[in-house]
Structure formats: C-alpha cells, structure tokens
C-alpha cells in the first residue's frame, strides 16, 4: 500500500494505515449506510473500497477500510439502505438479487431545443437487465 494512495494515512512509523470507516462530518459511524464494497488490486485481502453515505449528514466518502471495521458497521442491526454492490453483486435485503431477464428500453430526445424542429426525435435504445429480490424490490441495469 502506497501512503501517496487516497485513503491511506500515515501511522508515524512510515506504514500506511486507512481511514476509519465513519463520517468525517460528525465523526460517528452510527448513521452510515454503506453502498458499495469492492476488491483492491495490489492491496492486502483484509483491505477494501468501500463507498457509504451519512444518513444523518447526507455526506458521502469512498476510500479503502479495513474488513473488520466494515463488519462492524454492517453487523449492526440498525443496517439499512436501498441496494448494497458487494464484490460484484446487488444485494438487498441482505440477500443477493437474482436475474430475472433483460428488457429494451428506448430513450427519446428532440434533436434540437430551438424553435420547431417539428416530430424529429433522436431515440437510442437500450438494453438492461433486470435483478429482482426475493422481497419484490427489482431494479433494471444497462447490460
């Protein structure tokens, strides 16, 4: 881990260390809801990106953190958020969504925003796979 790397700090000893995973703004942990959670090339297994926001501060932060104090945070009951990207996948409700099939959605603009351009449209179609929760929830992603 490089100590020029966003995210890491110095210990004083010249070893690199990463920020802790809490809000910056008001300094708890109690209100984060974490968003993402991915791997680190190069970097120790024990050590991720994490990205989460403050529900009470409506800050967001993304940078590396350690396993552990991500388990804490996530270990809590009070746990909550929309969809959680762990490594890859889309989870909520602390499961992982399955894929439930693909759709084509079409996207429409008017080629210009002067004067009449009259019924000329620009359309751009595009394809999305849909993941649904064993919940309901459902949410579509471009393929």
Partial sequence: ????????????????????????????????????????????????????????????????????????????REQKGDVLIFGGHYMHCGQPMAKAGSEVRRLSAPLSTEGAAGDTTLDVYLSTRVLRCVCGFQMELPE
């Fill in 1 to 76: 881990m490089s100590l020029r790397s966003p995210g890491f700090r110095s210990d004083g000893a010249g070893e690199a260390r990463v920020l802790p995973v809490t809000c910056r703004r008001c300094g708890s942990d109690r209100h984060l809801i974490i968003r993402s959670v991915t791997d680190i090339p190069d970097c120790p297994t024990d050590v991720v990106m994490v990205a989460y926001t403050c529900s009470r501060c409506r800050l967001f932060s993304e940078h590396p953190a350690r396993v552990a104090d991500l388990s804490a945070v996530l270990g809590r």
